[in-house]
């Protein structure tokens, strides 16, 4: 959404939740950029500007308020422009790839040359992958020092800085203050051996209820874990494992979660992919008056979110296993599945890693020969190449549009699916009044295919 500098003006004045991280203002005469909701007093209108993302604001020059804290807004997309390239070299950076690994491995995964790259970072972004990367950490040991009593050593670390030093110098660069000065003004909540707490915040509204509906139809226990007012689960990268409980908060328009996690360098990735499976960063206002001009009128429920799957290789296994069954058997298929994990322990139960798959006997899946094949020829593939590659997908024995789409939609978070062939889609679609046009809906069809599912309950 591009607002103009007097919709912006009346929505500051305002302070409108709806508004919040859509953008962001900056006060020329203090240095200091806010949130559009900062309790301060509103400065003049001749001594602001204003920026659609925070990271523009702090390329301007300007530092995060201390007292509104604006990289705890939720996300604007608006900035991210519509390349899938830029989109998915943010996801990959914002996963750590830059702090693990030079730019030119990151260019040789996207396909495209590093000038190439550093050209659509400037054009789009407006700063270089690496600033941005940089920036990106810095936010995360900004959020680490306000929320959390963790040493300064470990903020670091978890964050990707290998050198004390190296992270002061970032940090002061970046902010104008030092870790000690930001720790000074922390709210100071953090768990033991390891855990973590944090806020995620959120734009209102957010349909907890809808989520929590859809979450429990398909819960696998011990691997995830539901009750009235929170959800969690077990999670693993290599020798890595963790597990996140993330309580829901809808006074503050934020979840506050616990992580306890093995290795803090994981982090980072831990957090993104938490706000991506509670899709924390959709404009459901936005998306809801979208799907209400595709549906004829017809009003969806308000908050509407798009519930992921932690990894793109889990949502690919509980596609195969959900073909042509029930939510019901296929939840237990996934449940079977998930038992033959050698690395489940008494109280928690651990997604396989695709390398672990050719180890398990799959004859006790209770499923057709044929469909055990798909899911070794899939784990066999995912073990060395990418999974947003959807021709290469397709290409696989078993793997059919449905089956690639529904990866997309909930491991990637892919906001324009629509499951036309699905079967519960068509009964709803069946329900309707009138026929529509999904095309109406796009980008947010995924939403489209969520609500009319959500209609058959």
């Known amino acids: 959404m591009e607002m103009t500098p007097t919709q912006c003006q009346q929505a500051r004045l305002a302070r409108d939740l709806r508004y919040d991280g859509l953008f962001f203002t900056a006060v020329k005469t203090t240095g200091i950029y806010c949130r559009s909701i900062c309790p301060a007093p509103a400065p003049k209108e001749e001594n602001v500007e204003y920026f659609p993302s925070a990271i523009a604001a702090a390329n301007a020059g300007y530092r995060p308020c201390l007292r509104c804290r604006p990289d705890s807004a939720p996300g604007s997309p608006a900035w991210l422009g519509k390349n899938a390239t830029l989109n998915r070299a943010l996801r990959l950076i914002d996963e750590g790839a830059l702090s693990e690994q030079p730019l030119t491995h990151l260019a040789d995964r996207l396909g495209i040359t590093e000038r190439y ?9 407006g700063l270089s992958p690496k600033s941005y990367s940089l920036y990106q950490q810095c936010l995360l040991a900004k959020k680490l020092l306000h929320d959390t009593r963790l040493p300064v050593t470990d903020v670091a670390m978890a964050c990707g800085f290998n050198s004390i030093r190296r992270f002061n110098d970032c940090f002061k660069q970046q902010f104008s203050l030092t870790p000690s000065q930001i720790r000074k003004q922390g709210s100071a909540i953090t768990g033991s051996e390891k855990g973590i707490v944090i806020s995620l915040a959120y734009r ?3 349909n907890w209820e809808s989520l929590h509906r859809f979450f429990a139809s398909r819960l696998i226990p011990n691997l995830e874990w539901l009750d009235e007012h929170s959800y969690g689960r077990t999670f693993q990268y290599g ?8 309580y829901h908060l809808e006074e503050k328009a934020a979840f506050r979660v616990k992580i306890h996690l093995s290795d803090l360098s994981f982090l980072p ?12 960063d959709a404009d459901s206002a936005l998306i809801a008056q979208r799907l209400k001009q595709a549906l004829n009128g017809l009003l969806p429920d308000e908050g509407i979110r798009l519930p992921g799957i932690w990894s793109p290789f889990e949502a690919g296994i509980r596609a195969i296993l959900g073909q042509q069954v029930s939510i019901k058997a296929a939840r237990n298929l996934v449940g079977q599945f998930v038992a033959l994990n050698p690395y489940n322990q008494e109280d928690y139960r651990y997604f396989p890693a695709p390398e672990q798959v050719s180890q398990f006997d799959l004859e006790q899946l209770g499923m057709p020969q044929r469909r055990r094949e798909t899911l070794r020829q899939f784990s ?22 449905w089956t690639v789409n529904y990866l997309r939609m909930r491991g990637l978070s892919d906001p ?3 499951l036309a062939g699905d079967l519960g889609v068509k009964k709803a679609l069946a329900m309707l009044p009138e026929p529509f046009d999904d095309t109406l809906a796009a980008p947010w069809r995924s939403y489209l295919t969520l609500y009319l599912w959500s209609t058959l309950s």
């Open 416 to 418: 324009d699916i629509f």
């Open 380 to 401: 066999a593939f995912a073990e060395n190449n990418s999974l947003d590659d959807e021709k290469s997908l397709l290409a696989l024995p078993g793997i059919g549009p």
């Open 269 to 280: 990735r831990v957090i993104k992919t938490i706000r991506r499976c509670l899709d924390l």
């Open 117 to 125: 790259l550093r050209q659509l970072f400037v054009d789009e972004v």
């Open 204 to 206: 209102p509204p957010y």
């Open 239 to 246: 020798d890595c494992v963790g597990r996140f409980t993330a």
